[in-house]
């Protein structure tokens, strides 16, 4: 559910100023929720797919926030192994959109 509404609510955000909170970002709600229940392929699975561009780097802050909140606990309850340089990798090669997101959240915390 979640990777479906994700591919939809790219060009729904894109197109308008909705502030009702995206159909990804509630289903990433109910996964956050449903975390500790998730078997780990589901789990590493979740966690590969929270890891993409499409979701750390998306149009939707919320989404992004969710997508940190996940795999922060996946990792934190070691339901996923995680390989870190592959995931290192795999953030250098989108950290041009990450950089956005970093400063919003540096200058939230500055003032």
């Known amino acids: 559910m979640f990777k479906k509404n994700l591919v939809h609510d790219e060009s729904t955000v894109a197109n308008t100023d909705s502030k009702a909170g995206s159909t990804a970002a509630m289903a990433q709600d109910i996964l956050i929720l449903l975390l500790p229940y998730l078997p780990r392929n ?15 780097t998306g149009k939707d802050s919320g989404v ?9 606990r996946l990792i934190d309850n070691d339901k996923v192994e995680v390989d870190i340089p592959v995931v290192l990798e795999t ?13 919003k959240v540096i200058r939230s915390q500055c003032y």
């Open 64 to 72: 992004q926030k969710r997508g940190y909140k996940i795999l922060t």
């Open 91 to 103: 953030t250098d090669n989108f950290l041009e959109g990450l950089t956005p997101a970093a400063k």
């Open 42 to 56: 589901d789990s590493q699975a979740l966690f590969s797919l929270c890891l993409t561009q499409q979701v750390l």
